[in-house]
């Protein structure tokens, strides 16, 4: 039993670690859920023009962690052997690259935002209107992208504070920044304080406010804490990183952006297959992943603890005390997760009727989330494995574990039962999470084989 479970100290490292995470992720995905109401509670159309930019917006949230992951895997090696000049340079990669990511993204979303809208309104509008669902999501895209710069820089300085071992001031930024969200969405989205009714632009407003606040909080503090964060001490005075680390980062990083891009891009065309199905299929999955998002925050918030803990161990060195944690780390991950499945399906009738939408959405919905809690511990133990190989620098192999399975596999049964198939969404839905069991299957014989293992920091200054 030893082999699977650890001690209280192991798990009360690991939490210290996970817990802070699990709470900034879970308020962050809790003031979604407020928020999703709020827009509910406008009409349907809102909340399906929203939600679908916030899955495009998805592509580049990802996108942005894929570019920080590549270089974070350095930033936690160097962090195990005590290298604080080369922490300094992996942040410096992530300032450089987070830029770029958000300029380009920015233009994109621009000049193709509206046409982007349009894929995901094919389906049935059965008495809603496809025209007015893509009035508010353009209207939404529009200032949702003032916030893009502020949210992509402040991972870079999250990311390498928690990479240091330092995971709770993220979540106190994150906590101030969600109540600050949360009262401005009450006010601007129904007009209180003799403001104005806004709907949904004052739910993208609220949000873009709060993203400012969060970045001013997590930047302020770093910098006013030099002695415990060492790598910030003239981190601006010089932008110049060695060419042959850079080319190490980028080697290694290429693979986790290029992933993270094409899963999360992936999600949003399965997402689209489910709404060939009609408005009614997008709302209803909205709901869902809202809901299930405020679950999911538990086996999320593990994998950064595997990708910490695991990481730090293999920079210094000690490979069989990594292996070791990692196990441990899998099957509580796995464990957490059948819990997490019980409550889901459990509460599965009861979020929906928050909604004021029809009774035909808030059914599929409580249908995709007891699908979901099935389901919740394949996800766990996909994302636990992800996150090992990701640790020990096997960011191609991830890349192929994660996105390339998605393409090649999950979404050509999405597509083929979308569009050849009159089978009923909830059942293609099923059918297309049964996919990843496959997968669980592959990376746990991956993991086995210890191919992850692997010290990339060894001989870096």
């Not at 509910?40 to 023009?49: D, F, K, P, R, Y």
């Not at 949000?207 to 030099?226: L, M, P």
């Not at 059918?431 to 592959?442: G, L, T, Y």
Request: proline residues 2%.
């Amino acid at each position: 039993m030893n082999k699977y479970f650890g001690n209280i100290n192991f798990y009360k490292k690991t939490l210290t670690i996970a817990v802070p995470i699990m709470i900034q992720n879970g308020l962050t995905n809790f003031v979604g859920l407020l928020d999703n109401i709020m827009v509910g509670q406008v009409g349907t159309e809102e909340m399906s023009g929203i939600a679908i930019v916030n899955q495009l917006l998805f592509i580049f949230n990802l996108a942005i962690f894929g570019a920080v992951a590549g270089a974070g895997i350095y930033t936690a090696q160097f962090y195990g052997k005590s290298d604080h000049k080369g922490i300094q340079h992996s942040f410096r990669f992530k300032l450089y690259i987070c830029i770029i990511i958000s300029v380009i993204g920015i233009l994109l979303f621009l000049n193709m935002g509206g046409d982007m809208i349009m894929q995901f309104l094919r389906g049935e509008e059965n008495g809603l209107s496809l025209d007015a669902a893509l009035y508010y999501g353009k209207d939404y895209m529009r200032i949702m992208l003032i916030g893009l710069i502020p949210f992509a820089l402040e991972q870079a300085y999250s990311g390498t504070l928690r990479e240091c071992g330092e995971t709770v001031v993220s979540m106190k930024a994150g906590m101030v920044a969600i109540g600050v969200n949360l009262i401005l969405n009450y006010v601007l989205i129904f007009g209180k304080l003799g403001m104005p009714v806004m709907g949904v632009e004052g739910a993208a407003i609220a949000t873009v406010v709060s993203r400012y606040i969060q970045f001013i909080i997590v930047v302020a503090w770093t910098h006013t804490h030099k002695e415990r964060m060492p790598f910030i001490k003239g981190v601006y005075r010089s932008w110049s990183i060695p060419l042959g680390l850079t080319a190490k980062i980028a080697l290694k990083g290429a693979p986790l952006l290029v992933n993270e891009t094409l899963w999360s891009g992936g999600m949003a065309m399965i997402n689209q297959c489910y709404s060939l199905r009609g408005l009614d299929a997008i709302a209803a999955m909205n709901i869902s992943t809202t809901i299930t998002n405020l679950f999911n925050v538990a086996f999320i918030a593990l994998g950064d603890a595997i990708a910490i803990v695991v990481g730090q161990q293999l920079g210094a060195g000690e490979f069989e005390e990594a292996k070791d944690t990692d196990r441990k780390l899998i099957v509580f991950s796995g464990l957490v997760c059948v819990g997490l499945g019980i409550m889901i399906y459990l509460v599965s009738p009861m979020f929906p009727e928050f909604y004021n939408t029809t009774e035909g959405v808030k059914e599929l919905a409580t249908s995709f989330m007891r699908v979901s809690a099935l389901f919740i511990p394949v996800w766990g133990l996909t994302h636990a494995i992800y996150f090992t190989l990701r640790s020990g620098g096997k960011t191609f192999i991830t890349f192929l574990f994660d996105s390339v399975y998605m393409w090649t596999l999950v979404y050509t049964v999405a597509y083929l039962l979308s569009r050849k198939t009159s089978m009923n969404v909830v059942y293609m839905y099923f059918c297309v999470q049964c996919v990843d069991i496959v997968k669980v299957i592959i990376g746990a014989l991956l993991v086995r084989k210890g191919i992850w293992v692997n010290n990339i920091v060894a001989d870096d200054n």
